[in-house]
């Protein structure tokens, strides 16, 4: 079986030339290679097929026969790198908590361990009858989030 570490050391010359950034190497038992790949800016198919050449001259396939797919990371995909996060700084995101909460919320800061996000909740205040609307500023452990990906609106 292809190691996900020989694609990633066939891929990381490209990458850092390029701007871009690995979100994901997935070897199956057959050999079925998909690596996902992300900028700050964007991905286009050249990105991509560019990076599949490098990694098809990289391997050999007299000695394992494998499919290779390179991918850009999909506005439906969630976030599994920080660099996924710091893109994102600023914009609204779907967060959805280990403990089954979903809410969207902007998302402000990004470290190794925790995200900051800022959003808008509805609350009860004490001798208010009706709920107000408040903008509050959260922070979550990274390990609390079931997955975070960006929000995507239709105008």
């Known amino acids: 079986m292809i190691a996900k570490e020989t694609i990633s050391l066939l891929t990381g010359e490209y990458l850092d030339k390029e701007s871009l950034f690995l979100v994901d190497v997935e070897v199956s038992s057959d ?85 900051k996000v800022s959003r808008t909740v509805k609350v009860k205040e004490e001798g208010v009858k009706k709920a107000v609307t408040k903008e509050i500023t959260e922070i979550f452990n990274l390990s609390d989030l079931k997955s975070t990906k960006p929000f995507i609106k239709f105008k």
């Open 31 to 115: 050999n079925d290679i998909v690596v996902t790949i992300e900028s700050p800016d964007n991905v286009d198919i050249r990105h991509c097929a560019e990076l599949s050449r490098i990694i098809e001259q990289g391997l050999d396939r007299e000695k394992e026969d494998f499919s290779l797919t390179v991918t850009s990371a999909g506005l439906d995909m969630p976030f599994k790198v920080l660099k996924q996060y710091h893109k994102f700084l600023g914009e609204e995101v779907e967060i959805i908590l280990k403990k089954g909460s979903k809410f969207t919320a902007k998302l402000i800061a990004a470290d190794e361990t925790s995200i």
